[in-house]
């Protein structure tokens, strides 16, 4: 398998995660998504994802998989290390749940086809930018954080990672390159630090892929 | 079970699709996304959903799941006909990806609480608000368009209704409200119009549902 995603995506970061939670290999390869107007842009990624975002994941018979979560799901029953989902249906829906509550409601608003609209066609000043950052971030890490305490242990839902730890760390990382406070959020930051101490989310942080700059 | 939604709601109007296709019937209950300020804003609202965000699903015993696609996976496991994913692990990514890209890509960004940013924050015009709503639909669209080539049949994978076709014709109906012009999408219109035809999504159509107005 080939994982095209760029070191510094979070929804590519997800992936790194879940690869390395799942206990599989996979080749990188690098998109930048800023270099040559964006390389997301041209054909040859086109014809993987139409969406021209990151990540994909190329089959080794060729087959594209696009969006995060679909890609995670389908990694998820690769390989029985390190369930991604509880598997009673109620606990498997609160964590879909937080999951599903950064991968709609915050990241979107935040990526950088977004940013660059703010910037490009809506003339927004940095502050401006900033605070709409700022602002979606603390709308549902706000709620996140709510959510934690009801069903928070070590990890966002129990003692062991879910699908919901892997996508609040990339989130966390981006927020904190984004200088938004985290004072307000005991339970992500502790969960994040203990996340941060295993080697499979360790390992998918993004400095320490071949292409950070 | 009882579904907190509003008929305009297009992830409240996902959930309704999925009760339908599914055969499982729940009480439903109007929270006024409008009035009042926003009846989601509520105390005894936010106690069930800390997004502030519609729908959610209380269960018999009480417990409250928020995130349309949590509570539809949650739905799918509850009966088996009309599975809203395909079996085969690489269908069943596809169809995923197809949803996720309206769920994550298109709707959070033109749901209410956006369109309220850019009005109050970002003091946008009318103008301006309705480009930034058309240039998501057609960036999300276009790349659905090209997905629908490679997999549809009668629905948007192969001849039997999926999550795709639930995510899908919400988000169509809501981009005809905000006149997004369709002729570049013979293949969504099509399969909406396929799905209406069927009363599981005739069914769940805002202005068929007792709140609407």
Not at 189 to 205: K, Q, S, T, Y
Request: net charge negative; charged share 20%.
């Amino acid at each position: 398998m080939k994982l095209y995603g760029y070191w510094r995506s979070s929804a590519a970061y997800r992936v790194r995660i879940a690869l390395n939670l799942k206990g599989l290999s996979c080749e990188q390869q690098s998109v930048h998504l800023v270099k040559d107007g964006g390389q997301q842009h041209q054909d040859d990624y086109v014809a993987l994802n139409a969406q021209h975002l990151v990540p994909t994941l190329v089959l080794d018979d060729g087959t594209a998989l696009t969006q995060s979560l679909a890609i995670m799901d389908y990694l998820d029953g690769l390989s029985d290390s390190n369930p991604l989902l509880p598997k009673d249906a109620v606990a498997r829906a609160q964590v879909q749940a937080m999951a599903l509550s950064i991968a709609c409601d915050i990241h979107p608003l935040n990526n950088l086809r977004v940013l660059q609209y703010l910037s490009k066609d809506l003339a927004l000043s940095d502050e401006a930018k900033n605070a709409w950052y700022h602002h979606w971030i603390h709308t549902g890490f706000a709620a996140i954080e709510q959510q934690l305490q009801q069903h928070a242990g070590r990890f966002c839902f129990g003692d062991k990672p879910t699908l919901a730890d892997v996508c609040l760390v990339p989130q966390v990382y981006n927020a904190e390159r984004f200088k938004v406070p985290m004072d307000r959020y005991p339970n992500i930051v502790r969960i994040c630090a203990n996340c941060n101490a295993l080697p499979a989310f360790m390992d998918a942080l993004p400095e320490n892929q071949p292409d950070a700059q």
